[in-house]
Every structure is written in structure tokens, then in C-alpha cells.
């Protein structure tokens, strides 16, 4: 943002707040443009009122091959602040935020978390896992940097995002608590995840599973027969009873791989859609981070032996 049209939100503030309902509406808002769902999701609960917030990848949508299409490229120059996750999620974006960040405010949220909690990344050397909204309390520290974020575009609402972070940061701390507690009820053999891709790194280390994903870290890469055969002799030897798809990739190779534990006769269901790396559609529980991670903590233990409430944490769940 640049001085004067922060200045220009500042006095539309001020107004705002002089005058009665109604006049908020017509004020100024932060434009915040966030890559993902998750991080949209992150960013209007720390703004309130005081962001207008885009995301650019919608439910179903997967980061790491998204490219940026004429209208995000519109959208993202007109921001105030841009939010992305970094660490290589947007793959294909990455070098159009980079040259963008050299003119505006283009913040990689997940990048600022200490390295010695991240997972390394199997596909690339040097890099890291970039899926940390699979664990409430990593993504809680992502929050923060959001919350940072925002107060250097726009110190006057300091306050604001200061207080409505915090109290997201208590909602995260609940889900925290219940995801273990519901986790923690599947059979200590049956903590097994095996999914798509390998987005479940940090859920693995946060709750105790063993993960397994078809295709690496990125899902750019393609399964082989070989590797679907190992997998079914490895669902066979462990007594792996369900398999799970996710709502932003194909679920091709899992399909493949119940199939081929079926003609092996060992029964293997599909145990569920989890929200992998996209949340669930706008306008419904499972369209928020909370309702995502819910979602799926819910429908892991729920497949794999362990209790939970019918509709999850909260009743909401569809
Ligand atoms: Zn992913």
C-alpha cells in the first residue's frame, strides 16, 4: 500500500468508526490476495473487518500445479498484501511472487517458521515439506506471521489484528486438543495413513501415524505399477483395513491400489475424502480451516477403528 492510500484507509477508518452502522461498510478496506484456501481462511479471521480477502485456488484445486491465470495476475497487483505459502507448494507460482515481492508487500507466511520444526522434503533437496497447516499448532505459528504481516501494511490496525489473532489462536488451540484426543482413540496397529500424495507429514508427527503417500511430497510425479504393488503387499502384511482420497488430487492410484489388494483378497476400503492441500467448498464448515481439519481428524478415526463424535468437534461436519 502506498502512503497516501493507506493514509486514505486510515481517515476512512476514523470516519467509519464515527458514524453510525451502516457507514463501516463504505470504508476502505485492505486487499489481502492469499494463495490457498487455508491461508484466506487464516488471513479474515485475523483481519475482520478491517481486510477485504481473495483466495486465488479454490476447493479441489492442487497448489503445486497451480499457475497463476490474467485475473490473479490482476488481482494480486491491485493488493494491498499478498499472502503465500512459500516453501515450494507454489511450484509453478513461485517466480512471478518473487519478481512481484521486489515491487509490493509479498509475504511467504509459512517461510518464517523455525526451520528445526519443519520436515525435510523428499522430492527436493534442500527444501522442505510446505504442508504445515496439517498440524493446528504449526499452522498457529503461520497465523502469527500473517498477523505480522498485516501490521506492517497497516500499523493503525495493530489492535485489531492483535486481538482477533489471539482469539483465533484459542479456536486453534481446541481443535489442537480435540484432533489428539479423537486421533488418539484409533488402535495403536491401525495408525496408518496411506494417501494420495504425501501431504501428511506433520499430521504423522503431531499425531502418532505412520504416513504413506502414493506419490511424493509434490504430486507432479506419477506412481508406477511398482510401486502400487509394494503398497499392496504392505497393506496386505500390516492388515491395512482403509485407504483414503483426497478432494484435490486424482484419486486414480488409490482406486488402483484397492483394487489390487481386492484381487489379493485382502478387503481394503476407501475410508474417506480428506482435504489435502484444498479446503472443502466456500460457504460451508468444511470450506474453513477449522472445519477442514476437523474433517478430516474425524474421518481418519472414524476409519480406523478409533471414536468419535458423529459430526466431529463441534456437530458442524456434513
Ligand atoms: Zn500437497
Known amino acids: 500500500m502506498n502512503l497516501t492510500k493507506r493514509s486514505l484507509a486510515f481517515v476512512a477508518l476514523a470516519f467509519a468508526m464515527a458514524m453510525p452502522t451502516g457507514w463501516a461498510a463504505a470504508q476502505e478496506k ?4 492469499a494463495t490457498t484456501g487455508m491461508i484466506a481462511d487464516s488471513a479474515r479471521n485475523v483481519g475482520g473487518d478491517l481486510v477485504e480477502v481473495q483466495a486465488l485456488m479454490g476447493p479441489g484445486v492442487d497448489p503445486h500445479a497451480y499457475r497463476q491465470t490474467r485475473t490473479d495476475i ?22 512471478f511472487l518473487l519478481d512481484l515481492g521486489q515491487e509490493q508487500p509479498v ?25 504445515l497447516w496439517m ?11 500473517i498477523r505480522d504481516a498485516m501490521i506492517d501494511v497497516y500499523p493503525e490496525g495493530e489492535a485489531t489484528f492483535t486481538a482477533n489473532a489471539e482469539a483465533y489462536l484459542d479456536r486453534l488451540r481446541e481443535l489442537a486438543t480435540y484432533t489428539t484426543e479423537v486421533l488418539a482413540s484409533v ?3 491401525s495408525r496408518i495413513l496411506l494417501t494420495s500424495h504425501d501431504a501428511f507429514n506433520y499430521f504423522g508427527n503431531a499425531y ?26 504392505m497393506l496386505i502384511a500390516r492388515d491395512v483395513r482403509a485407504v483414503f482420497v483426497e478432494t484435490s488430487v ?41 472445519g477442514m481439519i476437523d474433517s478430516n481428524a474425524t474421518t481418519i478415526a472414524a ?14 461436519l456434513n
Open 208 to 233: 502418532g501415524f505412520e504416513v504413506v503417500g502414493i506419490q511424493g511430497i509434490s504430486t507432479e510425479s506419477e506412481a508406477g505399477l511398482q510401486r502400487i504393488a509394494e503398497l499392496v503387499d
Open 30 to 33: 485492505l486487499t489481502v490476495v
Open 250 to 290: 486424482s484419486d486414480r492410484n488409490i482406486r488402483a491400489l484397492a483394487e489390487g489388494a481386492r484381487a489379493e483378497e485382502h478387503e481394503v476400503v476407501i475410508g474417506g475424502e480428506l482435504y489435502s492441500d484444498a479446503m472443502g467448498e466456500p460457504g460451508t464448515y468444511e470450506g474453513t480451516y477449522i
Open 303 to 316: 476409519a480406523l477403528g478409533g471414536e468419535t463424535p458423529e459430526k466431529g468437534m463441534q456437530g458442524l
Open 107 to 131: 509475504v511467504p507466511v509459512a517461510e518464517a517458521v523455525p526451520e528445526n520444526l519443519l520436515i525435510g522434503s523428499e522430492d527436493y533437496d534442500g527444501k522442505f515439506d510446505p504442508h
Open 187 to 189: 488402535p495403536a496397529e
Open 74 to 95: 490482476t488481482a494480486t497487483v491491485k493488493a494491498d498484501l499478498v499472502l503465500w505459502n512459500g516453501l515450494y507448494l507454489e511450484a509453478q507460482m513461485e517466480e
Open 135 to 145: 498440524n493446528p499448532n504449526l499452522w498457529s505459528r503461520v497465523v502469527l506471521n
